[in-house]
């Protein structure tokens, strides 16, 4: 996104009465529109793409930027972490390396937006089976776990208290192009946000256009997940997710009687 930011000469003194005042000019003032956004040409119509939206978020990223002198260490932090997911997401779309390039399991993301603590990340469905979209799933439930694994153990000798662990909600629908194709909204994107909220869960996925069941998947992981009704708020009260049975059977009672037995 382009920063808005206003050139000195946009200002000039005024005389005002028995005052001189710092004025902006008209043209600076007209500067402060829809453009800064980065989105593009607005008024283009919408297109659909069917996608599936995931929504990684670090948890404690706030607190992290609270720490004393928080410019020295979010940087870092960030840049290592972004390299860190990027190349994860690249290495585990990389089917077979050639000579001249890379054999791919499925596209990759056509979109990936920085949201302040966490991405949102979207993939087209247009050209994918039902293996592909589960291994997307699997994929970014992978990710989840290295962070914690593998990548936090990377960082201690860079930052103090990093982000503990990184949660992940995914659900598949339409999403509608804004502009020139910078941004893009969808209720599976509202859907994906409201998921990675759900408490003491690192990986929750909507049942709709999924079936993580399906006896083509690999059946290590069928057998660790586990399908739960939730109330959702804004989308329904009897939303079927996937849930991993080891995180439902681990946490706390009174997180425990969200998830309802189907």
């Known amino acids: 996104m382009p920063r808005f930011d206003l050139a000195s000469s946009h200002f000039h003194l005024a005389q005002l009465t028995e005052k001189r005042v710092r004025v902006l000019s008209h043209e600076g003032s007209a500067t ?4 800064v956004l980065g989105l593009g040409d607005i008024s283009q119509r919408a297109i659909p793409t069917e996608a599936i939206a995931a929504i990684f978020d670090l948890t404690g990223f ?7 002198d928080p410019q020295l260490s979010v940087p870092l932090y960030l840049q290592t972490f972004l390299d860190w997911i990027f190349s994860r997401i690249r290495d585990e779309t990389v089917a077979e390396t050639h000579e001249t390039g890379v054999e791919l399991y ?3 993301p056509f979109l990936i937006k920085f949201m302040g603590d966490g991405l949102l990340v979207l993939w087209d469905t247009a050209s994918m089976n ?9 994929m970014c439930s992978m ?9 936090i153990p990377t960082l201690n000798s860079k930052v103090a208290e990093p982000p503990p662990s990184l949660r992940c909600g995914i659900a598949r629908g339409t999403v509608l192009s804004v502009g020139s194709k910078n941004d893009y909204v969808g209720s599976c994107i509202n859907l994906a946000a409201r998921l990675q909220q759900l408490p003491s869960i690192s990986l929750a996925c909507s049942r709709r256009g999924f079936d993580l069941h399906d006896t083509t998947i690999d059946e290590g992981f069928r057998k660790e997940i586990c399908l739960r009704r939730v109330s959702i708020r804004g989308i329904g009260d009897n939303e079927l ?3 991993y049975e080891k995180e439902v059977g681990s946490m706390p009672a009174r997180d425990r009687k969200f998830y309802k037995e189907v």
């Not at 402060?32 to 453009?35: D, G, H, I, K």
């Not at 706030?62 to 004393?68: N, V």
């Not at 039902?130 to 699997?138: A, F, K, L, S």
């Not at 990710?143 to 990548?151: L, M, N, R, V």
């Open 62 to 68: 706030t607190h992290f930027c609270r720490q004393i």
């Open 143 to 151: 990710i989840c776990d290295s962070y914690t694994q593998h990548f």
């Open 241 to 243: 997710i996937y849930l």
């Open 32 to 35: 402060f529109n829809p453009s």
């Open 130 to 138: 039902n293996v592909n979209i589960t291994n997307t799933v699997v």
């Open 106 to 108: 499925q596209p990759l």
